[in-house]
């Protein structure tokens, strides 16, 4: 069975210093993963997508993520938050066979508040 | 390119009426999903289509029905609300459904139920 786990709901970071949000991720396959940014009251934008291919996957915006087997993660990074950066963001893990071909399943989300 | 166009942005129902939340997408996308998003909760998904004619449950089906009559269109119907669904409701396709394809997502309709 496939889950996600965000392991912060609130991250506040300063603006200028780097950004960690934390997804660790369980699948019974090789999955697809993702991460999505909810600005308020809009709909959710892809970030960024693992796919196996490199491990290190750079998104949109500055932001990337490392896909880590051994450890089941990935986390989102970013070197310099933007106070245009604050947002809500959601792990994502895909069932990519099974009886629930092509299923996504979400994490609670993290909350960033970037401070000026 | 309008991409997914969801119908309305805001409603407000009484206990036991029923509605239909529009869903239109014009990407010419197979797949389509119906999620509700509650705080704390992530998005939990209601139902999902496949193709044309095509529809199955998600995580959290009950008091929601749905129908794909035309590839375009995945309407989600609440027969008899009730204030447990109230909550923000997203529409989203995507090309391909394995599950490894970006996910398009309307701006959401905030329904609440009294």
């Known amino acids: 069975a496939q889950s996600v786990t965000q392991l912060d709901s609130h991250v506040s970071v300063s603006e200028g210093t780097p950004v960690l949000l934390r997804c660790n991720y369980s699948s019974s396959y090789s999955p697809s993963l993702f991460w999505y940014v909810q600005h308020p009251n809009k709909g959710l934008q892809l970030l960024l997508k693992?796919?196996?291919?490199?491990?290190l996957v750079k998104g949109i915006n500055g932001f990337e993520a490392e896909f880590k087997k051994s450890e089941t993660s990935f986390h989102l990074t970013k070197p310099s938050a933007h106070m245009s950066d604050a947002a809500e963001y959601f792990c994502v893990v895909s069932d990519p066979g099974g009886s629930t071909l092509g299923r996504l399943y979400f994490g609670r989300g993290t909350q960033l508040t970037v401070w000026p | 390119n309008a991409g997914v166009t969801q119908t309305p942005k805001f409603q407000v129902l009484k206990t036991g009426q029923s509605m239909t939340l529009q869903c239109a997408q014009d990407m010419n996308h197979e797949y389509m999903s119906w999620y509700r998003q509650d705080p704390g909760m992530g998005l939990r998904l209601i139902h999902y289509?496949?193709?044309?004619?095509?529809?199955d449950q998600g995580e959290v089906p009950n008091g929601y029905n749905v129908s794909r009559s035309t590839t375009e269109d995945f309407p989600l119907r609440l027969l008899s609300a009730a204030p447990s669904q109230t909550s923000v409701y997203f529409c989203?396709?995507?090309?391909?459904?394995?599950?490894?394809?970006?996910?398009?997502f309307g701006s959401g309709t905030q329904l609440s139920v009294l």
């Open positions: 289509s496949v193709g044309a004619g095509i529809t």
């Open positions: 693992y796919t196996s291919a490199a491990t």
């Open positions: 989203a396709s995507s090309r391909g459904t394995g599950g490894g394809e970006k996910l398009f």
